[in-house]
């Protein structure tokens, strides 16, 4: 049995160590030194949490309670710890609170102040070892003996560090390479890069590539097994609660177990497709869902099955895994598709997927796997890019990496004689241009409170959007979403950036193609 007290320990030795390898040794060191059946709790303390993350037990408390005189006895362990936060946590009903009292007392009791102060850390939330969770994952390698990728895909699967060192632990780097995703356990979303041109695309993938549309909604994950349905978002919140009409077509398909990828789009009543923010409405929603449901019904555009009976498919190609995905389907809720070879036939697809009202298209590769989390030239998105030339009038001094730069710009569009903010971006610049766009700006400063400074409007910058947003924050009512510095505009004077009036005309034209809130 592990002692609470060498967990405290190792605690103060990683404060007092600086290097992410010496850290990373002293945690790899401890966890194969705990036994088999404290891994878990090992780990989840470390990553500062009172339970393994795939527990969904919660505390409900803030903290130990203070002032309880040390009671000694027998040195708490890892164990013991576990025990009483589970105690805690399963305090329900009438004189819970009381329960959970009485229960961090007696933990208190026997915890020195060491122990104290780190058992208030983990229950706080936070640490303070500065050991990630990618340490942490790094640790568990090495611990094993194992290899970092087979550990790494393991975590994408399970979900969960504390899981993974347990079969870490348990049946070493086989267990691991034979980790497989399961349902309801999200799996992060394979993401796209850039492309510009159909031309790199067909190359990059051999000559054919499948197309799809590129709809402008949100990411869902969708898992069925038995008639439970469980729905996540591209960052892995868990929506199943707000969209009973999704739980209700995933109940209607075949091939259960399943984990299909797609995209929901928000519709008006006329059936045209909302801008995000409407959209987000329905995710944040929790209650009078079903008014919701009725007032803004969804599309789903499913593309991409990645388990189907129960048989993980994320290995098997593209093509395989379409046709999975048709099979579970029935044809229905699918993205629109097209196999093409030529780059006259892709610009077809894409103006055809533009005239429809959608962002662009996707392009992926057909002999692909699915690679959770990653971005490459498996699949690329190619949109049709909106860009407005909008005039730097203030910027923030930036933190972390940008520190000594002023590197968040304030973006404005002319307005009348003034000039009207419409967004914020930090995106776009390489280090060399946010260099020279600090001395710039620091020339043209007109004052400054420490944070921000305001400076004469002179530089022009074309910005790329991704959608013109209402906005309750800006007096122009208006703001760019995902905004980024497309490049510097030398040769524009800040007379000639876009208007307020140009954009409010451009914010309408979006509704040519989308639908539009009530
Ligand atoms: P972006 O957010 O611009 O990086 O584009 C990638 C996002 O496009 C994905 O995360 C999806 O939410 C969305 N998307 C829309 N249609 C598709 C599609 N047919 N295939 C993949 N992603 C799509």
Redesign the pocket.
Known sequence: MTRFADFAALGRRLEATAGRLDKRRLVARFLAAVEPDEVALAVAFLTAKPFPTSDPRVLGVRGLPRGVPERGGPPLTLTDVGAAFAGVAEATGAGSRRAREERLTELAGRASGEEREFLGRIIGGELRTGVSGGLVLEAIAEAAQADLEAVRRAALFLGDLSAVAALARAGGAAALAGASPRPFVPLL?M??EIATGFDDVLRAHGGRTAL????????VQVHREGERVGIWT?RLSDVTRSLPDVVAVARGLAGAPFILDG?VVALDASGRPLPFQELMRRFRRVHGVEALVREMPLAL?F?DCLMVDGRPLIDAPYAERWEALARVTGGRHL?ERAIVDSVEAAQAFHARATAAGHEGV?AKDLASPYEPGGRGKR?F?L?AAETVDCVIIAADRGSGRRVGWLSNYHLAVRDGDGFADVGKTFKGLTDAQFTAMTERLRALALDDDGYTVRVRPEVVVEVEY?EIQRSPTYPSGLALRFARIARLREDKAPGQATTLDELRALYERQFATKGRAG
């Open positions: 979303p993401l796209a799809e549309f590129k709809y402008d909604g949100a990411r591209r995209e555009h593309f993205a996707m699949w998105k949109k991704n």
